[in-house]
């Protein structure tokens, strides 16, 4: 059964970065298009980035374009965000997930997740 356990999350100022990894355990990512959610509480969780099982095919949320980039390693059976030029706004818990297709949606919503994890919290303050 796929687990996903996410890691890197943290306390930073503003304008900071923060690297967040996502590893996988009992199977193996290399075939699912996977992505990174975040959720503060009273809102819903939105699509922050995602990308195709290949890498050929990466999508970002708007207010996170060129600020934050994920990417993957398949022979590691990991995946990570990269984030830098952070802001308050960012503040989330940021959950990661694999989808049964290697595909991946414009909006990054999962066609049919196989799993999540369990989330890590980031908070932007100074």
């Known amino acids: ?3 996903l356990v996410e890691s890197g999350g943290g306390l930073v100022q503003p304008g900071g970065s ?3 990894s996502c590893a996988a355990s009992g199977a193996t990512l290399e075939y699912n298009g996977v992505g990174w959610f975040r959720q503060v509480p009273g809102k819903e969780r939105e699509g922050v980035a995602c990308i195709s099982s290949s890498s050929i095919t990466t999508n970002y949320a708007d207010s996170v374009k060129g600020r934050f980039t994920i990417s993957r ?3 590691k059976n990991t995946m990570y965000l990269q984030m830098n030029s952070l802001k308050p706004e ?3 818990v940021y ?4 989808d049964y297709y290697s595909t991946v949606q414009g909006t990054c919503a999962m066609t049919a997740a196989l799993a999540w994890g369990q989330g890590t919290q980031v908070t932007v303050s100074s």
């Open 90 to 92: 960012d503040t989330a």
């Open 73 to 75: 390693d398949n022979a």
């Open 1 to 3: 059964q796929l687990q």
């Open 95 to 98: 959950y990661c997930a694999a």
């Open 18 to 20: 923060l690297r967040l």
